[in-house]
Structure formats: structure tokens, C-alpha cells
């Protein structure tokens, strides 16, 4: 039995793993999220609604983007995702968290603004795909509306909605740019980060019909690059750039992560420390532990504080803390360069881990 993974053609996590199977050659089928598979899969042995979910060939579940990819490198052979030098695999790390984390607002916002009728039908075809065309629409406009409601929790409001506009140009602009010169994030081979971008600029923003308009016309090499990272032609293939090199384009894409999420992160941390004292005796974390005003450019909202950022942030400060000397050194500079330094002061107490598929305190 190959391995099975069982997502959607419509899923922004779904895309993220999806491109990376098939950069790692790794064999799988794909098994369409329906409701029978919700129902009788993913429900009794996840535990909640989610994808992507992937069973390995002895029958284990592992969920969670992220954990999917980490299981996968540890048992499949061939090259890495993960850069080995200690800047490179911080930045990639970074871009990981930038994508699943930050680029969701504008993936959520530009589908449900531009894109909705497309993704009510998208959502009733992965559903029930025997059901005649406009049964499937009426559907999933049912199904969809627990991920449109989600949108004020993201803080996308009309009060945001040009300042998210405008920071996600100013990405693609910016990621565009980069491409002229390099295959992929950190060279001709693809790495964590990628992937990380991969969620929110494929499945959304690639993929429905009027974002991906927009992207074709403002950054045809982000377009470009998502066929090829969604779509690999050569398993396997590519280097990293030697000696550690941070390419220049990427500095304005990092420094947008220092300047519009770390604030964000930085008020979560905070957040989560006054849960767990409130909360002393309960070790699963609720999926919303409060609200907090958030700033994009020039625009300020409430929006829901999300504790499972900081244990995609962990994953950064873990790899910060395992450097040590010259290392630890060049990642600092790095960090200071780019206007991240609060990094290195950032701790995630309680520490954060996932336990049966849920978010719990260690
Ligand atoms: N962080 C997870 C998130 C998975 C996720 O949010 N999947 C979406 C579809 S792309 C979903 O099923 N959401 C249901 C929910 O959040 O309740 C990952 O990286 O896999």
C-alpha cells in the first residue's frame, strides 16, 4: 500500500504537501475529501475536520502540514527540504511560518472577495462529487460558510481590506523580483519555505480564477513558480547556494515578516502566558484564546489571538536554539540585519506541542 493522502484540490495545506510529495518522489494516492470521508475516516481517527490528512503504508495517521513533511523526511530517502547551513534553515523556516501563518489573511481574503461562487462550487465538488452540478453549489455554500465566517477572527474586515491588498502586492512584486534570478527561495532546490508559500499562493491564490488573474498579470514568475512547485518536472532535483548565501531579493520578503507578523507573534506570546496562568489546570489549548488589535500597513482591527502560530514560531526559535559560536553568531547578524532581532529574545511558555492531533501544554 502507497501512501495515502487524503486532501483537496480547493485545500491551501493540501497544496503545501501535495508539491512536496512529488518534489521527494514518494509515492501516494490521493483520496478526495468527501463527506463519506470525513465521516469515516478523517472524524474517527483525527478527531476534528481537517486536512490534509496522510496515512502511511502501516497505517498511521499524521496530520498537520508541517508534522506530514517532518514524518516524510525522516522515512523517505533523497534530498532534503531542510538547508543543512544555519542561515539558510533559518530562513527557511521563516518563509514556512510567513506562508502558513501570514499569507493565509490575504488566501482568505481574495477568495471570499473575488473568488466566491468559484469556491462554493469548489467546496461542493470535493463533497459530494456524484451530486448534479448546482446541488454541489448549494452545498457548498452550506460547507463553506464556517471558512468564510472565519474572516473577522483573521481580522479581515473592510477596514483591512486595502492594507491587505496592498501588502500582498508589494510580496508578489517582491517575490517576482526574486525569481528572475532563482529557481526557488534558496536555489534550484526547493526547501521548507517554499512550501510554506506554497499553501496560500497555490491553492488560493494561483488557483481561483480571479486571483490568479491578478497574479499572472502583476508576478507571471509567481505564477511560474507555483506550476513548478505544485507540479515538479524533476523529482528530487536542485541545490541550495553554497556557503549560506541569503540572496539580496529575499531581504524585502523577510523584512516584511519582521515588520508585519512578529508584532503579532510577539502580543500572542504574551497572550499565551496569561492563558496558561488563568487556565492553570487545562493542558489542551482552545483554537481562539482571546482577541488583540492588529496593525497591517496602515490599518488597525481586532482579530483572534491563535496560539497554534507559536508552535509554527517554536519550530524557528528550536532550530535558533540548537546553533551554537560562529553559528549562532551568523544567524544573530542575520536576524539584526533584517530587523528580526526580537527573535532571539522570544521564548513560547508553556511550551507548546501536539498531542492526538491537538495543540496541548507540555
Ligand atoms: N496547520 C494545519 C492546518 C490544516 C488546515 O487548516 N486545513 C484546512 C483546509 S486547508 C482545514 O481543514 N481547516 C478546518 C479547520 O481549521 O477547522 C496544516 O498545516 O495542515
Redesign the pocket.
Known amino acids: 500500500m502507497p501512501y495515502q493522502l487524503i486532501a483537496a484540490p480547493l485545500?491551501?495545506?493540501?497544496g503545501?504537501v501535495r508539491g512536496y510529495l512529488r518534489w521527494k518522489n514518494v509515492a501516494f494516492t490521493e483520496i478526495l475529501s468527501t463527506a463519506e470521508v470525513y465521516k469515516n475516516t478523517i472524524l474517527p481517527r483525527v478527531g476534528?475536520?481537517?486536512?490534509?490528512v496522510l496515512i502511511t503504508p502501516d497505517d498511521t495517521i499524521v496530520?498537520?502540514?508541517?508534522d506530514i513533511i517532518d514524518y516524510l523526511e525522516k522515512c523517505e530517502p533523497g534530498p532534503s527540504v531542510y538547508p543543512k547551513t544555519p542561515v539558510q534553515k533559518l530562513v527557511a523556516l521563516v518563509m514556512e511560518l510567513f506562508g502558513?501563518e501570514w499569507l493565509l489573511i490575504s488566501a482568505m481574503h481574495y477568495r471570499w472577495t473575488y473568488n466566491e461562487d468559484f469556491a462554493y462550487q469548489q467546496f461542493g465538488n470535493a463533497s459530494a462529487p456524484g451530486l448534479p452540478k448546482e446541488q454541489r453549489f448549494e452545498l457548498g455554500k452550506k460547507l463553506a460558510s464556517?471558512f468564510k465566517g472565519s474572516l473577522p477572527f483573521l481580522g479581515i474586515t473592510p477596514k483591512t481590506a486595502p492594507a491587505i491588498e496592498k501588502t500582498y502586492k508589494t510580496f508578489l512584486r517582491a517575490f517576482d523580483k526574486h525569481l528572475a534570478n532563482h529557481d526557488f527561495l534558496l536555489g534550484s532546490r526547493p526547501s521548507i519555505g517554499d512550501y510554506g508559500l506554497l499553501g496560500p499562493l497555490y491553492a488560493h491564490n494561483y488557483r481561483d480564477p480571479a486571483s490568479g488573474e491578478m497574479m499572472e498579470s502583476i508576478a507571471p514568475r509567481v505564477a511560474d513558480w507555483c506550476r513548478r512547485t505544485h507540479a515538479p518536472q524533476e523529482a528530487l532535483s536542485g541545490e541550495f547556494l553554497p556557503d549560506d548565501e541569503i540572496p539580496e531579493t529575499l531581504l524585502p520578503i523577510l523584512q516584511m515578516f519582521a515588520g508585519e507578523q512578529i508584532p503579532i507573534l510577539l502580543d500572542t506570546l504574551a497572550d499565551l502566558q496569561k492563558w496558561a496562568k488563568d487556565n492553570p489546570d487545562t493542558k489542551e489549548l482552545p483554537r481562539i484564546i482571546g482577541f488583540h488589535k492588529y496593525r497591517i500597513d496602515d490599518a488597525e482591527e481586532d482579530r483572534a489571538v491563535l496560539p497554534?502560530s507559536l508552535w509554527m514560531l517554536q519550530r524557528v526559535l528550536d532550530h535558533l536554539k540548537s546553533l551554537s559560536g560562529n553559528e549562532q553568531q551568523q544567524a544573530e547578524d542575520f536576524l539584526t540585519r533584517i530587523g528580526a532581532q526580537e527573535l532571539l529574545q522570544m521564548q513560547v511558555i508553556p511550551h507548546l506541542k501536539r498531542e492526538n492531533f491537538k495543540l496541548v501544554r507540555e
Open positions: 485545500s491551501l495545506y493540501s503545501k476534528w475536520p481537517v486536512v490534509p496530520q498537520d502540514s508541517s502558513d464556517r497554534f
